[in-house]
């Protein structure tokens, strides 16, 4: 001892037990470090492996499946699967869909250069000049031609109606007489409205164009027990036909026509006592039977054979 200070040495024992455990952590960390490294080295091998699993797994069979597969690396996803197997149907049907209209259009090409060769055919045959000719020359024959049926099949649609119309009226007691149809109507309306009647039934009010046609008339309302307008007006001044065409030899009764400003419309008269002097006139708006007339379409008397 020195000083009062006294140093006491170090015990062996605790020295040793220091020097041991100093060892011993030294051991753990080590093996603690290796075991680590060791795992690591195990997870990333077996993480390599998986992946060469994966890899290496036999595709599916069928090119389809093996595309499927393909497209499941591609897209990990259900979602992303569902959207690319849908994307690939929708390109196989537009796919389909283009080869179905590819077909079809062939076959409508082949169908019309048939057609136009029984067409250009038909008119060299018909038409023996058109030999020789070009397609575009033929074309436009053929297409005067089909103007011409056109117009053919206009025609005999409206004769074959007019026939219909003509046996309509023969079967609902029109008289014929020299080509023309005439109805002796039995109601009565003012003379405006007989125009209108006889316009509905595709006819006009009566319009006397002879003696002859005056006497035929005559002779039909003879029985009659009321008179019958005829289409003769008189306006600005004068008798006129209705229909614009002046009227030619009159037929009035003695004395007549009178009072102008009120009596504006001609009849035929029933039970006329004299003949050729059957004309009379009254009041547009009286009540009175009618006569109409129909004519033949003369369009029919003109057609070429």
């Known amino acids: 001892m020195a000083g009062g200070l006294t140093f006491a040495e170090p015990s062996r024992t605790s020295v040793a037990s220091r020097s041991n455990a100093a060892s011993r952590s030294n051991v753990s960390s080590r093996s603690n470090a290796a075991s680590r490294s060791n795992v690591s080295s195990r997870s990333s091998v077996a993480s390599r492996t998986r992946l060469k699993r994966r890899r290496k797994q036999a595709p599916a069979k069928g090119k389809l499946a093996a595309f499927l597969h393909n497209i499941r690396d591609l897209f990990p996803s259900s979602i992303g699967i569902f959207t690319a197997v849908t994307l690939c149907l929708i390109l196989f049907f537009a796919a389909l869909g283009t080869t179905i209209l590819y077909i079809q259009g062939s076959g ?26 070009n397609d575009a020359e033929i074309f ?65 009010l009566i319009t006397i ?12 309302t003879n029985t009659a027990h009321q008179d019958s307008w005829i289409g003769l007006p008189y306006k600005d001044g ?4 209705y229909n614009g065409i002046n009227v030619g030899t009159t037929y009035w009764k003695a004395g007549m026509p009178h009072d102008l400003d009120n009596k504006r419309c001609a009849i035929l008269k029933a039970h006329c006592s004299t003949p050729q002097k059957c004309w009379e006139n009254i009041p547009c708006d009286r009540q009175k039977r009618w006569i109409c007339k129909k004519m033949p379409d003369k369009r029919w008397y003109t057609l070429n054979p």
């Open 140 to 204: 436009r024959e053929t297409q005067k031609l089909a103007d011409k049926l056109v117009d053919l099949i206009i025609n005999v649609t409206e004769i074959e109606d007019e026939i219909e119309d003509i046996s309509k009226k023969l079967r609902q007691q029109w008289v014929p007489y020299k080509e023309v149809l005439y109805l002796f109507e039995d109601r009565t309306k003012p003379w405006h409205k007989a125009i209108t009647a006889c316009e509905d039934e595709k006819s006009m």
């Open 108 to 133: 409508k090409s082949s169908a019309v250069v048939k057609a136009f060769k029984n067409i250009k055919d038909f008119m060299t045959k018909r038409e023996p000049s058109l030999k020789g000719k």
């Open 238 to 241: 004068k008798w006129q036909w």
């Open 209 to 220: 164009g002879s003696l002859e046609e005056e006497e035929f008339l005559e002779r039909e």
